[in-house]
């Protein structure tokens, strides 16, 4: 635990409200094969310290934890700032991002990006505060996520994704993206301790580009 690095408690640069759009960017500390994406409502880039107070917030939320796999259940500040200093030093996944609020900067959720062994497969992941429920943040952010890997990333020829196979919301979100149902197994729940069973979902390339402007799917 890198705590002495990153304590809920040092010294903060001004509020993320009270900067400008480009300095919320915080440009130097992505990295460049990581582009910062912007949407119509977001803003996403690598996570820093000045979310882990919200991010501590947000993520200590059951209805949260029990969704994703790797969550622990009660999260602590000192579990946002560990995930932090781990994603800008490249720990965790390929790409990380911090999903913000392009108005404020408010930090709302996490996705991120992660590659498979065979190197032409990439999986997503997401998760959203529960405030942002139900808004459509969640599908814009991770249609700004899959635009990116396919632009970015000649050698992927496919991304896939997994949700629980109660979790409704999330599935409706894999679906308005695209991706097609592939089966169902179990995963490990961190926060809850066992396996849960899951659906696998994948989208290609070749589908993608028929898709891209998303204004296709229902």
């Known amino acids: 635990m890198q705590g002495e690095l990153l304590r809920a408690d040092q010294s903060r640069s001004p509020r993320e409200d009270q900067r ?31 979310d882990i107070d919200a991010l501590a917030h947000l993520a ?33 996944g390929k790409c990380v991002y911090a999903i913000t609020k392009a108005e404020n900067g408010a930090f ?19 998760w959203l505060g529960e405030p942002y429920w139900n808004q459509g943040y969640t599908t814009e952010a991770c249609h700004a996520l899959v635009d990116m890997v396919f632009r970015t990333r000649q050698d992927v020829d496919q991304i896939d994704a997994r949700c629980r196979v109660m979790n409704v919301a999330s599935r409706r979100v894999i679906q ?43």
């Not at 300095?23 to 912007?38: A, M």
């Not at 709302?108 to 992941?125: Q, S």
């Open 176 to 218: 308005k993206c695209g991706f097609q149902f592939q089966g169902s197994g179990l995963a490990a729940s961190l926060a809850l301790g066992s396996n849960v069973p899951v659906e696998w979902y994948r989208l290609d390339r070749k589908t993608w580009m028929s898709l891209r402007s998303w204004g296709n799917i229902a």
């Open 60 to 92: 200590n939320n059951a209805k949260v934890a029990t969704m994703v796999s790797r969550m622990p259940h009660p999260y602590t500040a000192n579990d946002a700032a560990d995930f932090v200093w781990r994603t800008r030093n490249g720990e965790i």
């Open 20 to 50: 400008s759009p480009v300095e919320r960017l915080r440009p130097e500390r992505l990295r460049t094969d990581c582009p910062v994406l912007l949407s119509e409502r977001l803003v996403m880039r690598a996570p820093h310290e000045e």
């Open 108 to 126: 709302i959720g996490c996705c991120g990006v992660e590659p498979h062994t065979d190197g032409k497969t990439v999986e997503i992941g997401y």
